[in-house]
């Protein structure tokens, strides 16, 4: 049920899908199933209402106010995972591999990385839709892995990731005055 309030007051109780979020930039984009303009979500509005992240295709109750930029988020009343569809479009020749590597490096500002197989073969790319698949928000460098991998148009993706080990300590660099 959507009802509309005074002018410039927004939205109540719209419902929404979620198109993209991404908890390490901040922000991501929502589209009102009414087919209105999408709108702008930001991550204080996600946490206000108790969570880290949403995932893609899920189904938002919010509210929308008008932004200096568009429509945008105010507030979230319920979220419906159930929507979310953790298929990813079928690769050619419906090839999916299990590989087992170590997390290279996970950009969380750009929202990706890569993981190297131990086996040797090619960088796996690492997106941040792969972590949403998989309930995780970021990776470690020296994070053990288990990677469900596709081909993509540059090389090899992954589409789920499992974290199997921790990264190791990192050693702190210090003089103890030897030569």
Known sequence: MQSSSPAGAGKTDVTAK???FNPAKGFG??????GSADAFLHISVVQKAGLRTLRQGATIVCDLNEGPR???VSGIAHVDDSTVSDD???AENDEESVLHGEVKFFAVEKGYGFGVPEDGSADVFIGIAALQRSNLDRLESGQQVRMCVRPGKRGPMAVRIEITAAAPPSRPNRN???S
């Open 18 to 20: 979620v198109k993209w």
């Open 29 to 34: 984009f929502v589209a009102p199933t009414d």
């Open 70 to 72: 568009g429509p945008q």
């Open 88 to 90: 990813m479009p079928p």
């Open 176 to 178: 103890d005055g030897e």
